[in-house]
């Protein structure tokens, strides 16, 4: 199939399934006066750790950001009632992060399949309990035990077995590019979501996590209309470092023209150590400015 935008019909399939997903999320943005193009969000483990959740939250709005991604939780009711008061507050949670680093699969395990798909399973009833519409998985890691095709084959087999699912909750099932030695040019990146041939899959674009090896303007290019959610960070070549944003080697100017060139609205949430007050409002500032085209 070919890497560059999705086909006609493809591209029909995706729509009609998102665009209800897409307008909940645009719509709640209004509410909160917010930016319809790109709103700011900040993983839950990045706030004070002392703080109770209440506290935590109304902290972020303070800071000026608008979402929250969360984890799973295997209690919903408790899940049910933080989605609440991050709605309350007014920073909702968007998105849960599952990963998929211990049960991946790509495993030759059928035991480890069985608990990915399990973890899975919990993390899309996170997701609708939280109020979410995504949750990210890491779909496979290649290592000297898990050759790079049987990665891919086994990934691709057992993934659709959570789309009725997903189906049912409305939740979008977004993987990632990570350092896990899978997915490693833009092209293969989007050939792989194109042959789920499924609308509750697409792509979570984690902007840091390709300079070592390419440049995130491109892969937002060739990625296109298959990215649903953006995690933010930066990273310098020399010495091979994560850093704060805008102090790295990203081409901020350049990711921010690539986005608007295809169009992608939504939230952007970086992916950093915790801090407090005036650290998240310093970083406020920067995606401010990474939003602003600076």
């Not at 993390?123 to 995504?134: H, N, P, S, V």
């Not at 909750?169 to 997915?183: D, G, Q």
Request: charged share 30%.
């Amino acid at each position: 199939m070919s890497p560059e935008p999705m086909d006609r019909r493809g591209f029909l399939k995706c729509s009609a399934a998102v665009s209800a997903l897409a307008a909940a999320s645009t719509r709640a943005g209004a509410e909160l006066g917010a930016s319809p193009r790109f709103r700011k969000a900040l993983q839950l483990g990045m706030l004070p750790k002392e703080l109770p959740d209440d506290e935590k939250l109304e902290l972020a709005r303070a800071c000026g950001f608008e979402g929250i991604e969360a984890y799973p939780m295997e209690d919903l009711g408790t899940a049910k009632r933080l989605g609440d008061l991050a709605r309350t507050a007014g920073v909702p949670i968007h998105s849960v992060c599952y990963g998929g680093w211990k049960a991946p699969f790509s495993d030759p395990n059928s035991a480890v399949i069985d608990a990915g798909l399990k973890g899975m399973e919990g993390a899309l009833r996170t997701a609708k309990a939280f109020g979410a519409d995504t949750v990210l998985l890491v779909p496979a890691v290649v290592n000297e035990r898990v050759r790079y095709v049987d990665a891919y084959k086994r990934s691709q087999e057992h993934i659709p077995k959570l789309f009725p699912l997903a189906e049912e909750l409305e939740i979008l099932i977004c993987v990632e590019n990570v350092w896990n030695n899978f997915l490693l040019s833009p092209l293969e990146f989007a050939r792989y979501v194109d042959e789920f041939d499924s609308p509750w899959l697409r792509a979570y674009f984690d902007v840091g996590n390709v300079v070592a090896f390419g440049w995130p303007q491109d892969w937002i290019r060739t990625l296109g209309g298959r990215i649903a959610k953006i995690h933010l960070k930066d990273f310098k070549k020399d010495g091979r470092e994560w850093t704060n944003l805008r102090d790295g080697d990203v081409n901020w100017p350049e990711v921010r023209r690539a986005l608007d060139e295809v169009g992608y609205e939504g939230f952007v949430t970086p992916e950093l150590h915790s801090g407090d007050e005036a650290y998240l409002k310093d970083l406020s500032e920067r995606i401010d400015l990474i939003v602003a085209g600076e």
